[in-house]
């Protein structure tokens, strides 16, 4: 898959975008049919790909790997999540990816220090909604 528009049908688009972690790593947005957009990245450092993927995205999905304290290459923290959804415009932001170390901070009041919009922090099994005509 290289980065640009996904052939489909309407009224489904799907985007690719180039975001920053291996030379291979892509973002997806997807808009879905009554205009929802969902925009996901997994592994990723901040970049242009990463902000034009969750342009104004309704739901972004992020991954919050490591603490501030503990920063690893080609990851997020939470924090750093946080400011990316609140550059682009996201609604709503969906953390994931959490390691072991993450455990011990407050991943959410971090993402919260820049991210004003609905923050929901991943969980297994975990099911959204994903229409425009859902409660926040």
Not at 21 to 47: K, M, N
Not at 60 to 76: F, K, M, R, S
Not at 94 to 106: G, K, N
């Amino acid at each position: 898959i290289e980065p640009g528009p996904v052939d489909l049908a309407p009224p489904w688009r799907v985007e690719v975008f180039p975001i920053a972690h291996h030379r291979s790593s892509l973002g997806y947005r997807l808009t879905l049919p009554d205009g929802f957009v969902l925009a996901f990245s997994g592994d990723a450092s901040e970049g242009a790909g990463l902000e034009a993927l969750g342009a104004d995205a309704d739901l972004l999905v992020l991954e919050a790997a490591a603490p501030e304290e503990q920063p690893l290459q080609g990851h997020l923290t939470p924090g750093r999540a946080g400011a990316v959804a609140a550059a682009c415009g996201a609604r709503r932001l969906l953390l994931t990816h959490f390691y072991p170390q993450t455990d011990a901070v407050p991943v959410a009041e971090r993402a919260r220090k820049s991210f004003e919009g609905e923050l929901v922090l991943a969980q297994d099994g975990q099911i959204l909604d994903l229409s425009r005509t859902a409660d926040p």
